[in-house]
């Protein structure tokens, strides 16, 4: 084991550090420049001739980002791994890095409002062919793999939808065709799940939701077989989506409490997914971690805990869901989730509006969904607060 990785992930986040400056600080300073300088000639050349590992320039690497993306290497398992500007531009550059025109993409259809328009909108403009199986149907998954079939890209669990697929049976579908399998891993975390050790080739991350904790910056990464990796690194440096030092900064100290603060989530939002099972104004709750969830035994298999979000369905829908949201006095209206914060958010008219109706409610996407990112603050306030805006709802 390397030296940087022979403590326990959780001791990694802490403790993984940029070498100290001749200021012997404690605490890593930010490195906010946009270039570096060589002691001669000779050096400057063998650096870009990828001689030595010296950074050149912050759109191509920064210590800052080199320790953010070193502490994910770590928690995640992976070889390698490059840090994006937010969660898009990673899933956006696995994509563009790996697949070439003529490759197909083999989607679950239950994703991310702005990755469905990725993939259904613009990667058919460069030759990428897509299609869609349901994440819900594990056994007819290989159907969809044709002659062509470049990569497999999955989020569990899904957002907002909770759908949870078994990791280790699509690595082997990956596996035997020899097919790339992209894991979305931003709702679980690698405190919860660890897809490399499941099989999966490359994982992707928002870094800006749970990673962060506390809704302040933007970031992305993703992390996987350093062959894979070194792809999106030159497909990124070209192309500009690089994170900014401040950023990594901010996100490598929020990893230091990462573990902490997934156990604080994922027990509250179990607290709060049982205190609404059988609550009246509401025909479903949906989380990983409840016997009730479709797909709980298969959470119970690859995930250590349900993680930090709680959906349920509204009996009145559309109009029920505006007046819920309108009541609500200590949660947030806001476009995000994995804050300190306690969030309310209405899927179906914001982070998956721009999908058909037909496209919402192929994956669960009702009128009266309601997806709720528990927070930091105790639990009886965030059930006091939901249960009251639920008798308003009617």
């Not at 210590?63 to 398992?77: A, I, R, T, W, Y």
């Not at 900014?244 to 994922?266: C, D, G, Q, Y």
């Not at 369905?313 to 505006?322: I, M, Q, R, Y």
Request: glycine residues 8%.
């Amino acid at each position: 084991m390397s030296k940087k990785n022979q403590y326990q992930p959780d001791t990694n986040a802490v403790r993984i550090q940029t070498a100290r400056t001749n200021e012997m600080e404690h605490s890593t300073p930010m490195f906010l420049t946009s270039s570096f300088c060589f002691d001669n000639a000779e050096e400057m050349r063998a650096t870009f001739a990828d001689e030595t590992d010296f950074n050149i320039y912050s759109r191509f690497s920064n210590p800052n980002v080199d320790e953010f993306v070193q502490k994910m290497c770590s928690l995640e398992g992976a070889e390698a791994g490059y840090a994006t500007a937010s969660g898009m531009s990673a899933i956006f550059a696995s994509f563009m890095a790996l697949l070439k025109a003529g490759d197909h993409l083999l989607s679950a259809r239950s994703i991310f409002g702005s990755t469905h328009t990725v993939i259904t909108k613009f990667l058919p403009k460069w030759g990428i062919e897509v299609s869609y199986f349901d994440i819900n149907d594990p056994a007819g998954i290989e159907a969809h793999v044709k002659p062509n079939t470049r990569m497999i890209f999955v989020e569990t669990p899904s957002n907002p939808g909770l759908e949870i697929i078994d990791i280790a049976l699509l690595a082997g579908i990956a596996d035997k065709h020899n097919i790339i399998l992209n894991v979305d891993n931003c709702f679980a975390t690698p405190v919860l799940q660890r897809p490399i050790e499941l099989g999966a080739h490359i994982v992707t991350h928002s870094a800006t939701k749970w990673i962060d904790g506390q809704g302040r910056v933007l970031g992305g990464a993703v992390v996987g077989k350093k062959e894979l990796i070194k792809e999106i690194y030159t497909f990124c440096r070209s192309t500009g989506p690089s994170m900014s030092p401040f950023n990594a900064w901010v996100l490598s100290k929020s990893l230091e409490t990462l573990h902490i603060r997934m156990e604080r989530h994922t027990g509250s939002a179990l607290q709060l997914a049982k205190a609404l099972e059988g609550n009246p104004h509401l025909t479903s709750v949906k989380y990983p971690f409840l016997p009730s969830h479709p797909q709980y035994d298969i959470a119970q298999k690859q995930m250590s805990g349900g993680g930090g979000i709680v959906c349920f369905e509204l009996k009145g829908g559309l109009e029920s869901g505006v007046r819920f949201l309108n009541s609500l006095q200590l949660l947030s209206l806001t476009a995000n989730l994995g804050d300190s914060r306690s969030i309310a958010s209405h899927p179906a008219s914001t982070t998956h509006a721009k999908l058909t109706d037909a496209e919402r409610a192929s994956v669960g996407i009702t009128p009266g969904l309601i997806r709720i990112s528990v927070g930091l603050e105790n639990i009886k306030d965030i059930v006091e607060d939901i249960e009251m805006a639920l008798e308003k709802s009617k």
